[in-house]
DNA sequence: CAAGGTAGCCTTACGATGTAAGATTGTCAA
DNA sequence: TTGACAATCTTACATCGTAAGGCTACCTTG
């Protein structure tokens, strides 16, 4: 199957590497992270392929089934460990997809709309299940704490994602045209935040992650115990 | 071609009501809302309001405005009680947030990518730190909380979004073509959470999101009383 | 070997989109 | 009356996803 053999003769000219599912995904993760997903037009995309845009369309039926298996992708980099104590496996889940959805930063806002999970999608989903279902929870109750620790993982992305900054060193700039609008006194409490908490070095919003879940991670352990 | 002569200032028969902001985000919430954002186009939304595409580019600067606006709109819906226990008062909040982004369902997905707030947005942000900080929570647990609820919330959204189904009722068609993938032994924990929990009647995946809410606001009373 | 099938890529073309540039009109103050 | 400004329209263009079909090299089958 795989003509590895060149014998084409004559006037082989280059390479012209072969197409395939997987290299026009990885090119278009290239892209997606590194100029955001408005970059990603089919045309550019081939470009980068070497190969006229329309030859992706032998591999994808269109650009929604090429971006349902970009998602898939990002999936398939979330990692949940082999072995250990539930909760910090669960842990390490909820860093490892945080991490993965800010590389990734246009996968959360490709998942509306996006309703036909992939292969990697379905078995992370079932990995995590069975790490809940071995270690006590019912299976009620391992549908509240999978509802609970993914929605929070991906809401906290979601913000952070949109926040015009991240930590106090990169707001300054931003910092000014956002106080403008705000310092009227329109807004005692955002002003507060922002100069008690938000606007002094070394904040980093990131950091808020872990924070909020161990308190996530209580509230599972509870629903554990409960049933 | 347009006989709009009217004769000097009297309004004539309805000839043509006069464009304005709040009419166009009127009209873009309402097409976004019924078909979907990728049905609102800046000719479809001129034409509604019997207008050429161009002329609403003398209200907004681009399209990217345009949706800046109606995002605005929508967490002008949003309600905080103004008065109460602070518990029940973020409940309704959380509730009311929910609802909102469910009866406008491309709001979360135009989050990402969006990121100067409107007033309404700036409004309703203030109000809620006004409630924490009056009720015990230094700023420091204030934004932690804020942090966590949020959170919750969009992510809870976003799944709910995502779902292809809500109830048992609506899955019937849905599920034997997700389970055609599933079934054939690959994910048994999915199997058993889609048969014994999901896959009954009576079962509403909205319904989940009480339960996960009174986990977050039991740790947002522990982070007030931590600090 | 010839004949035909098929996998993989390309050419051309079309309708839809956001919007730049500038023309046109209605209204009102001077 | 004039002129200015506000609001809308006309025309045009580059870019997008993709439908329809063509081309070529390889493989199978006789």
Redesign the pocket.
């Known amino acids: 199957m795989t003509?590895k053999s060149v014998?084409?003769t004559r006037k082989n000219t280059e390479p012209k590497a072969?197409?395939s599912r997987e290299r026009v995904l990885q090119k278009a993760l290239e892209i997606a992270d590194q100029e955001g997903i408005q970059a990603l037009?089919?045309?550019?995309l081939a470009q980068e392929l070497e190969?006229?845009?329309?030859?992706l369309?032998?591999?994808f039926a269109?650009?929604?089934r090429l971006l349902d298996g970009m998602i898939d992708r990002v999936f398939a980099e979330i990692e949940l460990p082999p072995a250990g104590e539930w909760r910090s496996r669960i842990r390490t889940r909820a860093y490892s997809t945080r991490a993965a959805l800010v590389r990734h930063r246009w996968a959360l806002g490709l998942m509306e709309s996006r309703t036909s999970p992939g292969p990697a999608t379905l078995r992370h989903h079932d990995a995590v299940l069975e790490c809940f279902r071995k270690n006590g929870f019912s299976v009620a109750a391992a549908a509240h704490a999978y509802s609970l620790l993914d929605s929070y993982v991906y809401g906290f992305v979601l913000q952070q994602i949109n926040l015009p900054f991240n930590t106090f060193e990169e707001a300054g700039p931003a910092a000014e045209s956002i106080m403008a609008e705000v310092a009227a006194g329109e807004y005692p409490y955002l002003v507060e935040m922002a100069s008690e908490h938000i606007f002094k070095p070394g904040y980093d919003y990131a950091e808020e992650f872990g924070i909020g879940l161990e308190i996530v991670l209580d509230g599972l352990e509870r629903l554990r115990k409960a049933n």
């Open positions: 003509p014998k084409s072969k197409l037009t089919m045309r550019r190969v006229e845009a329309m030859s369309y032998y591999h269109n650009k929604d």
